[in-house]
């Protein structure tokens, strides 16, 4: 098994070697963000940058080239579609990195050993290990249900950790490794980070009777992983039952995971929104997301059995 996949990747990467990257579709401009509201940038894949009122967060930072196995000079593994929105030298300064898993396309070393010694990770359980050989010291493993407090300068946030419907394992020998969906709070403003997720009730469990105002959600990477990620409908629902105001759609458009067509996620997202467009976060690679002050909370939906399966 082993030895076939590294064929595989071995033949990927030659394949897409001399392929280029197209640029992402916009430049986000996180220094002129004020402090005073909730801002977000999707930066491609998983990978989202946020000011929660002064707070400055980056969800499963991946910004290289490829993702994979890396070798001395080089990773075997997917190559970018769409380049990142910014360069790790074009962000600002980190309070928090946030890690769902440990998958490649969430939990990139090489962009991990980038950033600063000063900057807190809240990670899944057993995964701290990964962070060995970068400058990253200050990481926090929140298993279901635990939470966190980050004192960052412009004051606290709050991390909960929540259950969502995946798998943990790097390689083919580690599946003791956990993954987690978040809930970050800070001045009474919350947002979802679902990480990676099949379709799922866990959401409809977050619901307590207070609205939370964004919700990154996974749209892609479902055909044929439909047991491992959610549709653009499934997430949608899961969004729509914790109750979030806006979704922002994510992990598609930026690698080759699976085997629907490249614009087809971000289509049947707005397909399945038509009736709530204002709810659509953003929608391609670069855009920017700022919070409302004022903005209508949406409708719980029910979730059945047949929902959790459909393709």
């Known amino acids: 098994?082993?030895?076939?996949?590294?064929?595989?990747?071995?033949?990927?990467?030659?394949?897409?070697?001399?392929?280029?990257?197209?640029?992402?579709?916009?430049?986000?401009?996180?220094?002129?963000?004020?402090?005073?509201?909730?801002?977000?940038?999707?930066?491609?894949?998983?990978?989202?940058?946020?000011?929660?009122?002064?707070?400055?967060?980056?969800?499963?930072?991946?910004?290289?080239?490829?993702?994979?196995?890396?070798?001395?000079?080089?990773?075997?593994?997917?190559?970018?579609?769409?380049k990142p929105a910014l360069s790790i030298r074009e962000l600002p300064p980190l309070d928090l990195v946030l890690l769902s898993h440990?998958?490649?396309?969430?939990?990139?070393?090489?962009?991990?050993?980038?950033?600063?010694?000063?900057?807190?990770?809240?990670?899944?359980?057993?995964?701290?290990?990964?962070?060995?050989g970068t400058r990253l010291r200050d990481s926090t493993e929140l298993r279901w249900g635990e939470t966190t407090e980050i004192h960052a300068p412009a004051g606290p946030l709050l991390v909960r950790e929540f259950r969502v419907n995946h798998w943990g394992a790097r390689i083919q020998y580690d599946t003791f490794r956990g993954y987690n969906g978040y809930v970050l709070e800070r001045a009474g403003r919350r947002i979802i980070f679902g990480g990676d997720t099949a379709m799922s009730a866990d959401f409809s469990h977050l619901r307590d009777g207070r609205p939370f105002d964004l919700a990154i959600m996974g749209i892609g990477a479902y055909q044929p992983w439909i047991r491992a990620h959610?549709?653009?409908?499934?997430?949608?629902?899961?969004?729509?039952?914790?109750?979030?105001?806006?979704?922002?759609?994510v992990h598609h458009q930026t690698?080759?995971?699976?085997?629907?067509?490249?614009?087809?996620?971000?289509?049947?997202?707005?397909a399945a929104l038509a009736d709530e467009p204002e709810r659509i976060a953003l929608r391609e690679i670069g855009e920017t997301f700022v919070l409302p002050e004022h903005s209508p909370q949406p409708t719980a939906v029910k979730l059945g059995a047949s929902d959790f399966l459909s393709p």
């Open 1 to 82: 098994m082993t030895r076939s996949w590294l064929a595989h990747l071995w033949r990927e990467w030659l394949f897409e070697l001399r392929r280029p990257i197209r640029p992402a579709f916009a430049r986000p401009q996180p220094n002129e963000w004020p402090n005073d509201r909730l801002t977000a940038a999707w930066l491609g894949h998983s990978t989202v940058l946020l000011n929660f009122y002064g707070v400055t967060i980056l969800t499963d930072p991946v910004l290289f080239p490829r993702i994979g196995v890396r070798f001395p000079g080089f990773t075997m593994g997917p190559k970018r579609l769409t």
């Open 102 to 132: 440990a998958h490649f396309d969430h939990f990139d070393r090489r962009t991990l050993r980038q950033f600063h010694a000063h900057t807190r990770v809240v990670t899944a359980p057993r995964t701290r290990d990964l962070l060995r």
């Open 230 to 249: 959610c549709t653009p409908e499934q997430a949608i629902a899961m969004a729509t039952a914790a109750g979030a105001r806006f979704v922002m759609p």
């Open 255 to 270: 690698f080759k995971l699976s085997f629907e067509p490249f614009c087809e996620p971000i289509e049947r997202f707005a």
